[in-house]
């Protein structure tokens, strides 16, 4: 913009300056030093708004990387959060499900060996091993009698309470 004002001042001056010759008048007439010197700082000051629109177009480039750059580092962190919301509604489900798994383990408790063996008997050989590590030693004593043998045995391995060569004396 300030390009184009500079432009028609020189414009006008070299009009003004030519103006005579224009209407036929006498020949050019020289430049005195007030209009050379007026010339000159009209050149300078459009070389230095040459080069000020190069600057800015350099900081304006930079700019946009900057602006890229910054766009990439909230895509990572909006990623980021999303990963740790993700991470944070996973382990409270683990503490609900936790909850519940110690309720059930504090019914289990309450009942009977008779009533809970039959129950246990039903269950996944795993889960009837992760109930009965989280019971006392005295329940688990009274309960794993009541168990099915097979199912007493395979159950008490996986506790721990066996390894294979106790459970089969005759086998290396």
Do not use: H
């Amino acid at each position: 913009m300030r390009a184009r004002c500079l432009f028609g001042v020189a414009f006008v001056l070299a009009v003004a300056l030519c103006w005579p010759a224009l209407r036929g008048d006498a020949g050019p007439r020289p430049l005195d030093d007030r209009s050379l010197a007026a010339l000159a700082e009209v050149e300078q000051r459009q070389a230095a708004l040459a080069e000020a629109e190069k600057e800015l177009a350099r900081r304006r480039a930079e700019l946009a990387d900057l602006e890229k750059e910054i766009d990439a580092r909230l895509a990572k962190l909006e990623a980021l959060r999303k990963e740790v919301e993700a991470k944070v509604a996973y382990i409270q489900g683990l503490d609900v499900r936790d909850r519940e798994f110690r309720n059930l383990v504090k019914i289990y408790s309450a009942m009977s060996a008779t009533k809970l063996a039959p129950i246990l008997d039903r269950l996944d050989d795993p889960q009837v091993a992760k109930i009965l590590r989280a019971m006392k030693t005295d329940a688990v004593a009274k309960i794993l009698p009541k168990l099915d043998q097979d199912k007493a045995v395979r159950v008490s391995r996986l506790l721990g309470l066996l390894d294979a060569a106790t459970a089969s004396p005759g086998k290396p």
